[in-house]
């Protein structure tokens, strides 16, 4: 049998690689739903080869745009409702949340509650949410297979390993678009010079992230979740050349590391395919080509994004929906040119200094303070 797949934000970087994996294995994965925001034409595209029943896109504009263009038969749906027909509503086994932002978090949720394995790309939704995924997913005896490289790779190496051996996980860093640079040299700084990752080839919002560091910061409250961990044994490392993935340290000290070139299909692939493993559309690593691999200690004054992710994430209960809603609303500013670059760092700052932490928040709280730290956030620009 098939494995019936759905896809939220197929047509971004993760949601076509994933596509992409799933091309090259058509008698093993069946495509059932896709959902993208404003992309038409290759969402249009990505409908005539894969064929999904169901389709939803980012609003009713979009939704009049797409509709002629539908094979007869596919069933269409758009904004919040949509994303939760794909994610829960469709007959997948398999849900891949490539959806950027804590918009994922809704539909992540029914998934969840209508037993889908979820294949998770989208950062936010665990930041922004964790408890009640995680324990939702609990509940519902469900997966969440991590798709973010670092996590895939702390995924594999815990593979097998009990919980209460693992000393220390250490999530790598490349140290982004600016890591040769000092502070006073990120002043001025373009929104195409952020958008050049040394290493990856992402979507505008991570590529950003990834600059700042906060990217890191919400990879750290990620593993929290996924791993059950608490933060002092969830360290960062600057590796610039993003081959080994991330590390686990286990009570004897020998610690286990997951390598392979910068390419997403193979962590993509392998939440698919896992507990197997097949070969993916990739290169193999040479390591006798790369020859050395470089390592430098974190800097939370070069990097302050990192530092209060770290502080919402110990703080929990509201701060990390807080710092994740910030940094969208600042991050969204600086792609439009409308903010420095180092002003990212302010807004996030300025946002949870003003920020009353409520703990143990339900979804309507998280709903809540989202919403309040984007409205924060938007007035300190006016
Ligand atoms: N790219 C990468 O290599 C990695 C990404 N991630 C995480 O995965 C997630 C996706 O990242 P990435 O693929 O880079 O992002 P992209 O910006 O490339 O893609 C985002 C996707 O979300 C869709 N989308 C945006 N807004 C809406 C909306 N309102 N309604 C419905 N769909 C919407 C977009 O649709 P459209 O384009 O049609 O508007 C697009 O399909 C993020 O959380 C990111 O942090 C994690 C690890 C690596
Ligand atoms: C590919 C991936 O997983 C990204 O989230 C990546 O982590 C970005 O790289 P850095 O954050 O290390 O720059
Ligand atoms: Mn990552």
């Not at 896109?57 to 919040?80: C, F, H, K, M």
């Not at 992402?202 to 593993?223: R, Y």
């Amino acid at each position: 049998m098939k494995k019936k797949i759905s896809i939220l934000g197929s047509t971004g970087s993760i949601g076509t690689q994933a596509l992409d994996v799933i091309s090259h294995y058509p008698d093993l994965y069946e495509v059932v739903g896709l959902s993208a925001g404003t992309n038409i034409e290759l969402l249009a595209e990505q409908v005539r080869a894969f064929r999904p029943h169901k389709v939803s896109v980012a609003d009713n504009i979009s939704a009049e745009r797409i509709r002629g263009l539908l094979p007869a038969g596919t069933q269409l749906y758009w904004g919040e409702e949509g994303l939760i027909e794909i994610a829960a509503g469709s007959n997948a086994d398999f849900v891949i949340t490539a959806i950027v932002g804590s918009q994922g978090l809704k539909p992540t949720l029914a998934a969840v509650d209508a037993g889908k394995t979820i294949g998770l790309a989208n950062k936010e939704t665990l930041v922004s949410g964790g408890h009640l995924v995680t324990s939702l997913a609990a509940k519902r005896g469900v997966s969440l297979i991590p798709i973010d490289s670092e996590h895939s790779a702390l995924f594999q190496c815990m593979n097998g390993e009990r919980r209460e051996d693992v000393r220390a996980i250490t999530l790598t860093a490349s140290g982004g678009s600016f890591r040769d640079r000092s502070r006073a040299q990120l002043a001025g700084v373009t929104v195409d010079q952020a958008l050049k990752h040394p290493n990856w080839s992402m979507g505008a919002k991570v590529t950003i992230d990834s600059a700042t560091m906060a990217n890191k910061g919400l990879e750290v409250m990620e593993a929290r979740w996924l791993f059950n961990l608490p933060y002092d044994q969830i360290k960062v490392l600057i590796h610039p050349e993003s081959i080994i993935h991330s590390l686990v340290e286990f009570n004897d000290y020998s610690v286990m590391a997951q390598l392979g070139n910068p390419d997403m299909r193979v962590p993509i692939q392998y939440a698919l395919t896992y507990p197997e493993r097949m070969p993916t559309p990739t290169e193999p690593l040479n390591l006798a080509e790369i020859g050395k691999l470089h390592f430098r200690e974190m800097d939370f004054e070069r990097f302050p994004c990192l530092r209060m992710a770290y502080e919402s994430g110990i703080a929990g209960g509201t701060a990390p929906t807080v710092f994740n809603a910030a940094n969208e609303i600042a991050v969204a500013r600086f792609l439009k040119g409308e903010i420095a670059f180092l002003a990212i760092e302010d807004v996030i700052d300025a946002v949870l200094q003003q920020h009353e932490v409520a703990a143990d928040p339900d979804l309507e709280q998280i709903d809540e303070s989202d919403g309040w730290a984007r409205l924060t956030a938007a007035s300190l620009f006016k």
